[in-house]
């Protein structure tokens, strides 16, 4: 059995250190895409989070203004 980084007999072998390089570049540029996936939807979501609770107060306030001085029908 070969162990890492040995030559076989017939010059190939098992444990190419450049080969891991590629296949890491796979794994970090699926971790790039996850991680820029995931601050496109988390953005929005901070705005929501946010904007909400303000509309709300807003429309609510709005709702008492009116039903204190009876605008509306």
């Given amino acids: 059995m ?3 980084g040995m ?3 017939n010059g190939s072998s098992r444990h190419d250190p450049a080969a891991a390089g ?3 570049g796979f794994v970090r540029g699926a971790a790039a895409f996850a ?6 939807l988390a953005a929005p979501f901070a ?6 609770p303000i ?3 807003v429309r609510g306030l ?3 203004l009116r039903w ?4 509306g029908g």
């Fill in 62 to 64: 709005l709702e008492i």
């Fill in 55 to 57: 509309v709300l107060a």
């Fill in 68 to 71: 204190l001085f009876g605008a």
């Fill in 2 to 4: 070969l162990q890492t």
């Fill in 22 to 24: 590629r296949s890491n």
């Fill in 47 to 52: 705005i929501l989070l946010i904007g909400l």
């Fill in 35 to 40: 991680g820029g996936a995931a601050v496109v």
């Fill in 7 to 9: 030559v076989a007999a």
